[in-house]
Structures are given as C-alpha cells and as structure tokens.
Antibody, heavy 119, light 107 residues
C-alpha cells in the first residue's frame, strides 16, 4: 500500500537550516507530482510547495518563496524540502502529500515530521 | 491566489443529524475542489474530489456539491466516527488552497 514517511524534523534556532525527507513506497513515485503541506500546532493546513513528477516544475507559497527548496530523487523514491533562514512562524508538522496520477488532487498524506524553530 | 473560506468554524451536532459545511472561494473556478477529514494526530483523509466524486471506500453518507465559488459537504446522518475536523481544498497543477477547517463536535 502507499506509504509516505517523513524524517528530518527537530528543534532549530531561528535563521538556521533544516532538510526534510520523505520516503515513498507502494506506488510508482516517478509518476506522481508531490506537495509539502504544513500544519502549525493547533492550526489549519497550509500548502508549502509542489514539484512535478519529473522535478522540472516547482512552485512555492509566498510565505516560503526564496527560503525553501523542494526537490526529488526518483531513483531513490525520495522527496526533499530544504528549509533555510527558518523563522518561528515556520514551526509546524510538515507532511509530504501525493498527487493522484493523472489528476491534480491529493490522495495520500504522510504522518508528518515536527519542525520547531526556537532559540 | 485563491482564498477559501469555510463556515461554520465549529459545528455541534448529534448522532443521526444531517450536517452541511460550506466552502466559498474568492474567485470562481471549475470543479477542482476536494474535502478531507482529519482526526487529532492523524493525517487528513480524502473524502470527495472534483467537488462531488466520492473517494473509493468512503461511506455514501458523505456527499459534495457545488460549482463556481460555492461548495458544500453534506453528511446525511452523522455517525460517531464522523466527529472530526473537515477541510475544503482547491487544487491546481501549481498549488493548493485550504479552508480554515470546520470542527464537528458532539452536541
């Protein structure tokens, strides 16, 4: 079955960097676009970034543009999120999310990894 | 960017009640609207896509409708397992936009 397992979260000081990873299995990873979505503690869902199935197209939320970079390694079935210049407001659970092949809606979510930005 | 606004933010209901949640978009679009259910500590679960298509395995008491800029999620007869937070979402090939969520509580 489809599995998305995030890793790399932790506590980091403001201004520092962190790299998240998402290991995908149970489907043909290279066929699917992928998103990162975050959820601050007790808050709603916020879209972060999307990458096309082949990695050629990437789009970002205004709140992270210029600081975060989404990438993928289809040979390793892995999605990444490089987060630089982190701010307190970036504190959230970050989840990788699959776009259903051939469509634009998302169908499977990982459980997420918690990023806490605090001095 | 499209903004999604859900109402109400919280809804108190009893088992067996018919429940309706509304989602309004800041601009009109086709049917690229999905609904998700999220329980505490869990990942969201897809219920409805393309505004009214029921995801496989989702009970038929869930239904979606609407087009343009106003959409609704209806639960025809609320069950104990349905107490959760529900999110609408506009999707496109380059972004997602979520409503702020509607928490369905036990009355």
């Amino acid at each position: 079955q489809v599995q998305l397992v995030e890793s790399g979260g932790g506590v980091v000081q403001p201004g520092r960097s962190l790299r998240l990873s998402c290991a995908a299995s149970g489907f043909t990873f290279s066929d699917c676009a992928m998103h990162w979505v975050r959820q601050a503690p007790g808050k709603g869902l916020e879209w972060v970034a999307i990458i096309s199935y082949d990695g050629t197209n990437k789009y970002y939320a205004d709140s992270v543009k210029g600081r975060f970079t989404i990438s993928r390694d289809n040979s390793q079935n892995t999605l990444h999120l490089q987060m630089n210049t982190l701010r307190a407001e970036d504190t959230a659970v970050y989840s990788c999310v699959r776009v259903r092949r051939g469509y634009n809606y998302v169908d499977y979510w990982g459980q997420g990894t918690l990023v806490t930005v605090s001095s | 960017d499209i903004q999604m606004t859900q109402s109400p933010s919280t809804l108190s209901a009893s088992v067996g009640d018919r429940v309706t949640i509304t989602c309004r978009a800041s601009q009109s679009f086709s049917s690229w609207l999905a609904w998700y259910q999220q329980k505490p500590g869990k990942a969201p679960k897809l219920l409805i896509y393309k505004a009214s298509s029921l995801e496989s395995g989702v009970p038929s008491r869930f239904s979606g409708s609407g087009s343009g800029s106003e959409f609704t999620l209806t639960i025809s007869s609320l069950q104990p397992d349905d107490f959760a937070t529900y999110y609408c979402q506009h999707y496109s090939s380059y972004s997602l936009a979520f409503g702020q969520g509607t928490k369905v509580e036990i009355k």
